[in-house]
Nanobody
Framework: QVQLVESGGGLVQPGGSLRLSCAAS????????IGWFRQAPGKEREGVSC?????YYKDSAQGRFTISRDNAKNTVYLQANSLKPEDTGVYYC???????????????????WGQGTQVTVSS
């Protein structure tokens, strides 16, 4: 059974950092691209970053977020630094049945989704 479980969210002050984790089970990461997405209150879900055979960041994450993968743990991480209030939202990871990340980070390309973890950036 394919499963993705996010963790690591929480409340952080502006300028702070969080490391989000996405633990995969039921498949190995070698042949999949893993994307991070987020949904702010009242807004549509949007892509943040992706890791596979390549790595891609949306402009909102470029320079502040770092995506990485530990194949031994079958886990993908998103290190989020210099957090801003506009980074607040539910963060989801998703798996694409291709190892290639596309710049669009289109949600329809991703087959499996986690349940999300809440990130709140507030003073």
């Amino acid at each position: 059974q394919v499963q993705l479980v996010e963790s690591g969210g929480g409340l952080v002050q502006p300028g702070g950092s969080l490391r989000l984790s996405c633990a995969a089970s039921g498949f190995t990461l070698d042949y999949y691209a893993i994307g991070w997405f987020r949904q702010a209150p009242g807004k549509e879900r949007e892509g943040v970053s992706c890791i596979g055979s390549n790595i891609y960041y949306k402009d909102s994450a470029q320079g502040r977020f770092t995506i990485s993968r530990d194949n031994a743990k079958n886990t993908v991480y998103l290190q989020a630094n210099s957090l801003k209030p506009e980074d607040t939202g539910v963060y989801y990871c998703a798996a694409r049945q291709s190892s290639w990340c596309t710049p669009q980070l289109a949600q329809w390309q991703y087959t499996y989704w986690g349940q999300g973890t809440q990130v709140t950036v507030s003073s």
